[in-house]
């Protein structure tokens, strides 16, 4: 009975955990009892994060197919099932959301004293929609999931959020609900087109998986996934929302915004737009390579040029994706998993720089740079913890954002090396502005006599940034469990793309596109792609 639980349902359990804390805390919960509220709502995610710890144990890393895999008719007039399953990346995405979730709910303790019961139901819908997003094996159930992780953090800004909180909600409302349009649009179209071709109708991604389509229409289908997925991101130039949601959002939105949602749209390059539209992917991969390039180095600048810590680390991360979708887009295994490993790296490290932020902002009510100064001779042991996250932002050798970044970067030489020598200009930026923060904010000698008096860590905060620390060595240090998990389904994705040939109007347009960047993309004789 318990196996059965936490190995054939483990999937639809860890969904329906949040969902339930939810339940619990708006039904049977006043909302008087703040401190109980956080409790439970801490209680849940760390059942949910247990619970989530027990899947690599009993996980296949031989093997791309989908695994803890649960299916059974939802809406049967239209061909979609509830069908969730993972690979090794949603494996590792799930546990990341798990981890995250605790995190949220620890640093938003003391920083949130109103509404405390609405905040953290929104909390856990927003965990039950992420969880869905990343095992979902059903478009429509996929969407739904999508949708739902929309509108919590919609409310966590919108209600939460600081002075400019109604302006930014908004446009991150419509820039994601704008994306959501057009991928809908792709989902539809893949299901009519498998639907006429075989005469069966299915959202069913594995079955999708099994087909081939014609140029002209994984074009346009890639174009529609890459609107939803690239705002996400997000990607150049498409990153305008994202400063104003994080300065605006509180920390714990910060935070899974940062460590989880940005994600989904990687997460959906992986799982839509690559391995069921190889042609299209190998053909807009030119195009996609130079719009994250200038990606990390835009996202570096602009990070370098900032005053507000928080807007600084904003920035970082459109850098930092950049990273990631140019390590993606190599089409090789190196950049792959780098790729996909600095999707892990980022959520931890700009997670942490996110705490780091609040922790000061909740104490001295000021994010600027120029505001601080000296802290260490206040806050030591703040300073030391956030030594780490920093080193690890910028890609210090031993910890986790050195791997992957390194990672990426052979990749990204196998494919092209004026595109590389751009990404390396973007990790010397990266270094430099967040030196920039650490020595004006942590070092130099105090500028505000208010800093005097701050307060060290709790023991709270301690607990909060420790796990965040050990795993940024963990996989610093010894990344190979991560990579083992992730490199069979990373390896059978490279396969999927470089074993497609191009059909001649595709190899022209990338002859043409890759002619700008100095070089050819490599596209091997047909082979047949194997299930999910």
Excluded at 9 to 15: C, D, K, N, Q
Aim: charged share 15%; aromatic share 12%.
């Amino acid at each position: 009975m318990i196996e059965g639980v936490f190995y054939n349902h483990m999937l639809s359990v860890l969904i329906a955990t949040p969902l339930i804390g939810a339940l619990v805390i708006i039904f049977l919960v006043k909302k008087e009892k703040k401190e109980t509220v956080r409790l439970v709502a801490l209680g849940f995610s760390l059942i949910n994060l247990l619970l989530s710890l027990s899947l690599p144990f009993s996980f296949d890393t031989s093997t791309h197919k989908m695994q803890f895999v649960e299916r059974f008719p939802w809406i049967p007039g239209i061909g979609s099932d509830y069908f969730v399953g993972v690979d090794g990346i949603s494996l590792l995405m799930i546990l990341l959301t798990t981890f995250i979730t605790i995190i949220a709910i620890l640093c938003s303790w003391s920083a949130v004293q109103d509404r405390v019961k609405g905040y953290m139901v929104h909390i856990l819908i927003l965990e039950a929609g992420m969880i869905g997003v990343f095992s979902a094996l059903d478009l429509v159930l996929f969407f739904l999931f999508w949708e739902i992780g929309l509108v919590p953090m919609y409310f966590l800004i919108g209600v939460w959020g600081g002075q400019r909180k109604l302006y930014a909600t908004i446009k991150f409302f419509l820039y994601t609900l704008f994306g959501s349009v057009f991928m809908l649009v792709g989902i539809l179209a893949l299901y009519f087109a498998h639907g006429k071709a075989t005469g069966v109708y299915t959202f069913d991604l594995l079955e999708l998986y099994k087909m081939t389509y014609a140029y002209n229409l994984q074009w346009w289908v890639f174009l529609a996934f890459f609107l939803g997925f690239a705002i996400k991101v997000p990607v150049f130039p498409f990153h305008t929302w994202l400063p104003d949601a994080h300065v605006e959002a509180p920390t714990a939105g910060s935070v899974i915004l940062a460590g989880i949602l940005l994600k989904m749209g990687t997460y959906g390059f992986l799982r839509f737009n690559i391995p069921l539209l190889p042609e299209a992917s190998a053909a807009f991969t030119p195009f996609i390579i130079v719009l994250s390039v200038i990606g990390i180095v835009y996202g570096a600048l602009l990070a370098l040029a900032q005053k507000d810590m928080k807007k600084l680390v904003a920035y970082s991360s459109v850098s930092h994706l950049g990273f990631v979708m140019a390590g993606i887009f190599s089409m090789n295994l190196d950049g792959m998993n780098g790729g996909v490993l600095q999707m892990i790296n980022h959520g931890i490290s700009t997670g942490g720089l996110f705490l780091m932020v609040g922790i000061v902002y909740e104490r001295r009510h000021t994010r600027l740079i120029e505001d601080f100064g000296g802290l260490f001779g206040v806050m030591p042991v703040y300073v030391v913890l956030s030594t780490f996250i920093v080193f690890s932002s910028f890609g210090m050798p031993g910890t986790n954002g050195f791997i992957g970044e390194i990672l990426i970067l052979i990749g990204l030489f196998k494919k092209n090396m004026i595109a590389a020598g751009f990404a390396i200009a973007g990790v010397i930026l990266g270094a430099a502005y967040m030196l920039n923060m650490y020595q004006r904010v942590m070092l130099q000698k105090p500028v505000k006599p208010e800093n005097k008096g701050l307060k060290d860590l709790n023991t709270r905060e301690v607990a909060t940034l420790i796990p965040v620390i050990l795993l940024i060595l963990w996989i610093g240090i010894y990344p190979k469990p991560f990579l083992k998990i992730l490199s069979a389904s990373t390896s059978h994705i490279v396969e999927v793309v470089n074993g497609r040939h191009l059909p001649e109007e595709a190899s022209q347009m990338q002859r043409d596109v890759t002619s700008g960047l100095g070089g050819r993309l490599h596209t091997p004789a047909r082979t047949e792609k194997g299930e999910g």
